[in-house]
């Protein structure tokens, strides 16, 4: 157990939609890191926020946003959905400048 | 770039034997970190082990060992006495630097290790 969680576990949804994912990292990792892993593009960094604030960005699409609370919980926002978003949607948790340990993933179906 | 190359898509051994997954990397930073991790079928990242680009000393944890080399850019994983339960999808791992720290990881494209009994 990475001390990571993510909620819902699956998702099934339908084009169109919007969904929203949601992260707690390990206790006292301010930075949180989204990633996506499909069959056609591998593993894929999102976004990163650390502290609050958004710290890099990667490969994400407007469709799709993220945010980081002030309790650290992380949640990224899909919407206008597509079939070609089903993905498992992992978050990361660190301190800033160390190891990443990921959540066990959502995995997002969209028919 | 930054970028990382599993060339081994796929490897399938029987159990006990030993097998090298392969891992070369690009990356114009002078000092960075490398990783690996492992994905079982249940799907969860589990993180096996960072190297710093100072120590070149091969790492040794049980039935795991990584041979890391700067001249050849590689960072190969060996299991040895393979079982089945190391049947999985490795990734091997390089952080971007930004700000002065470590940030978002370039993984390889996954080498799927199926271990048959």
């Known amino acids: 157990d990475s001390g990571v969680t993510q909620t819902p576990k699956h998702l099934i949804t339908a084009t169109g939609q919007r969904v929203t994912l949601r992260c707690s990292p390990r206790?006292?990792?301010?930075?949180v890191y989204w990633y996506q892993q499909s069959l056609d593009q591998g593993l894929q960094f999102l976004i990163q926020y650390y502290n609050g604030e958004e710290r890099a960005k990667g490969n994400i699409l407007e469709r799709f946003s993220a945010q980081q609370f002030p309790d650290l919980h992380s949640e990224l926002n899909l919407s206008s959905l597509e079939l070609g978003d089903s993905a498992l949607y992992f978050c990361?948790?660190?301190?800033?400048?160390?190891?990443?340990?990921f959540g066990p993933g959502t995995r997002l179906t969209v028919l | 770039a930054q970028k990382v190359t599993q060339a081994q898509t796929e490897i399938s051994v029987v159990e006990k034997e030993d097998v090298t997954l392969d891992c070369v990397y690009e990356t114009r930073d002078t000092t960075y970190y490398l990783f690996w991790y492992k994905q079982p079928p249940s799907g969860e990242l589990v993180f096996l082990i960072r190297r710093n680009s100072f120590d070149e000393q091969n790492e040794i944890s049980g039935r795991y060992s990584w041979n890391f080399q700067k001249s050849t850019s590689s960072f190969n994983f060996t299991i040895t006495a393979s079982q089945v339960v190391d049947s999985a999808v490795y990734f091997c791992a390089l952080p971007l630097f930004y700000g002065g720290s470590q940030g978002n990881l370039i993984f390889g494209k996954g080498t799927k290790l199926s271990v048959k009994p």
């Open positions: 206790s006292g990792d301010l930075s």
């Open positions: 990361a948790s660190s301190p800033l400048g160390d190891e990443q340990f």
